[in-house]
T-cell receptor, first 115, second 114 residues
């Protein structure tokens, strides 16, 4: 049973560029959440996708956008990259119908470095 | 605002001994969930244990147990018989019933001394 997979594992970009990160949820899961984890900090919630729509959003600017595909996989897009966007980006999947046991399972993340 | 505080940036323990990691949270909600996640150097967050706020009984998972004090808004993690593989960053997290996002603390780095 494949867990949550993210690609790429590492990425280096320069300021002003755009980046796309990808996530495949755990088999059977229909919901994907994205988190940003700065070095030495706890993860911060960016947004969550369910049924191909953004369901909830954290305190992140519009430069951060996402998409969910019919197969439940998801992309996170960041435009006009800033140095402060350098972080580990974590994807988590869950099964919405099991609301009381809505445990989020995480991937190993994509390490983004902005130079 | 919902916040989670882990006051111990680093902890260390001898192998086979017991260690307790602290976590406090601030919320006005009555129905929520609390979690402890482990993040080893591989970076992947692994769920260690989960507690529903409406349950008075403390959750246990093998060597891991929690001390949940709802009135004090405290949620500590006890690791018994510590093993070298327990070395990692540990994050306390909170989620309101019906909400989607997890709110994480700053983490505690746990070192196991052989």
């Amino acid at each position: 049973d494949a867990g949550v997979t993210q690609s790429p594992t590492h990425l280096i970009k320069t300021r002003g560029q755009q980046v796309t990160l990808r996530c495949s949820p755990k088999s059977g899961h229909d919901t994907v959440s994205w988190y940003q984890q700065a070095l030495g900090q706890g993860p911060q919630f960016i947004f969550q996708y369910y049924e191909e729509e953004e369901r909830q959003r954290g305190n992140f600017p519009d430069r951060f956008s996402g998409h969910q595909f019919p197969n439940y996989s998801s992309e996170l897009n960041v435009n006009a990259l800033l140095l402060g966007d350098s972080a580990l980006y974590l994807c988590a999947s869950s099964l919405t119908s099991r609301a009381l046991k809505n445990i989020q399972y995480f991937g190993a993340g994509t390490r983004l470095s902005v130079l | 605002a919902q916040t989670v505080t882990q006051s111990q940036p680093e902890m260390s323990v001898q192998e086979a001994e017991t260690v307790t990691l602290s976590c406090t949270y601030d919320t006005s909600e009555s129905d929520y969930y609390l979690f402890w996640y482990k993040q080893p150097p591989s970076r992947q967050m692994i769920l260690v244990i989960r507690q529903e706020a409406y349950k008075q009984q403390n959750a246990t998972e093998n060597r891991f147990s929690v001390n949940f004090q709802k009135a004090a808004k405290s949620f500590s993690l006890k690791i018994s018989d510590s093993q070298l593989g327990d070395a990692a960053m540990y994050f306390c997290a909170y989620r309101v019933q019906g909400a989607q996002k997890l709110v994480f603390g700053q983490g505690t780095r746990l070192t196991i001394n052989p």
